[in-house]
């Protein structure tokens, strides 16, 4: 059995024997999504009345954690990053003021509805087809009570693909993608699995979930990189060139005739100088005031977004690529929320 065969085995799947309806399992696998996605739910539902009774807020992120690493095709720490970030968005040692003035205690601004809890559903025997699912379903919950907006901590770069998935049919249409990373992510099945994290975009632009995709950052890419972006009419922005396009990448002008805008951050987009805890370190990358610059200036309804990627494990002492992470997480929230 392949290394990805193996990712995928739980012991409730070693159940599946002569003495063990599948009947049963399967059932006890619907109660527990059905669990996680009722908690996901009121939560939201609790949020989404918090922010229409105070009243003001056309859009208002709303923080929603996907602490899945198992579709990494290197280390699994992404996992451990959710609760790493909110700890730092809330670190004594800065205010929770946005650089553009926007205030995170103010619930208009930014709420939280918790995490999917991934480990608990695949220690099930819940395989990815369906996590997927609840994923993408766990999004739509949010996205029901207006003005929330998902705002998601990864994870894995995987998990975008549910979450554009999700976006894109409840808004109903395609959006437009501003992916920043080191990697393109477009491989067709990468190690023969098609939700890995080096997969997630080819998934995307196969469904017909965005219209127009561009990628920032670029500086780890082979020939099925160049070739899937060509194949999906990708813009892909590599870091050898980016002082030719910084101008036109610090003035984006993104959205109009589809459904808003989605932005997908990997932390590694950075140079590992700002963000060293990634699982897959690539030299030569963004500076922090360079991503900001490129979020800041962007012009477009940003519907939703993803932070993915950060690696507490490799992450240093005093964690410093948490606060990067939860910086990012700050300055997106602001970006949609108004």
Known sequence: ??????????????????????DLIHK???????????????????????VRALGGAVASS???????????????????APPRIREAIWCGSTNSTTEEGKELKDPRVLTDVGDVPVQEIRDCGVDDDRLMNVIGESVKLVMEEAPLRPLVLGGDHSISYPVVRAVSEKL?????VLHLDAHPDIYHAFEGNKYSHASSFARIMEGGYARRLLQVGIRSINHEGREQGKRFGVEQYEMRTFSRDRDFLENLKLGEGVKGVYISIDVDCLDPAFAPGVSHIEPGGLSFRDVLNILHNLQGDVVAADVVEFNPQRDTVDGMTAMVAAKLVRELSAKISK
């Open 1 to 22: 059995m392949s290394i990805i065969g193996r990712r995928g085995i739980h012991y409730l799947q070693k159940l599946n024997a002569p003495n063990v309806p599948t």
């Open 28 to 50: 006890g696998q619907n109660r527990v999504i059905d669990a996680s996605l009722t908690l996901i739910r009121e939560r939201a539902k609790l949020k989404g009345e918090l």
């Open 62 to 80: 709303s923080l929603l954690g996907v602490p899945l690493g198992h579709n990494s095709s290197f280390l699994q720490g992404p996992a451990f």
């Open 172 to 176: 109903g249409g395609p959006v437009d």
